[in-house]
């Protein structure tokens, strides 16, 4: 910014042309007047420029500040999307673990009936479809299980993802208060 205002005071004594001499007692005084107030007004006007760059520059720096935060703050939008996809998901896998459960215990219900049916009598088609039921039990057992732990493992990340998403929405409310 000085050296714009010192081009532009160098522009300005250029400009001005040194008028011929006069005799002793003429204009001359005028002149030395009329060049300082033509320096002084230079002068003003660089430093009226100078007040215009930095006012200009705070103003884009703020905006760039603003936009920032305006980044962050879709980031985070982006974040409680899927963070509510997931939820959704681990709400709709609980709906299928429920169901599940509830088939097994109806299978285990199943085979404890025919349990007691062939407690007293084992016949060769009712025993096999008695371990065939049991098998079936056990092996819906183990998917129960699987998917208990996944469902677990699901709500164990969703708390996780929760705490950052508050400690980063607290972090952005702190960064979005004046100073």
Known sequence: ???LALCLLWALTTAVQPAPVAPLGGPE???HEELTLLFHGALQL????NGVYRATEARLTEAGRSLGL??????LLGTEVEEDVLHLQ???TALSLGEVARAQQALWDT???LQ???RGAWLGQAHQEFETLKARADKQSHVLWALTGHIQRQQREMAEQQQWLRQIQERLHTAALPA
């Open 1 to 3: 910014m000085a050296v």
């Open 70 to 75: 305006f980044d962050r703050a879709l980031g």
């Open 90 to 92: 681990a709400e709709a």
């Open 111 to 113: 085979v404890r009936r």
């Open 116 to 118: 007691v049916q062939l």
């Open 29 to 31: 005084p005028a002149q």
């Open 46 to 49: 660089g430093q009226a420029l």
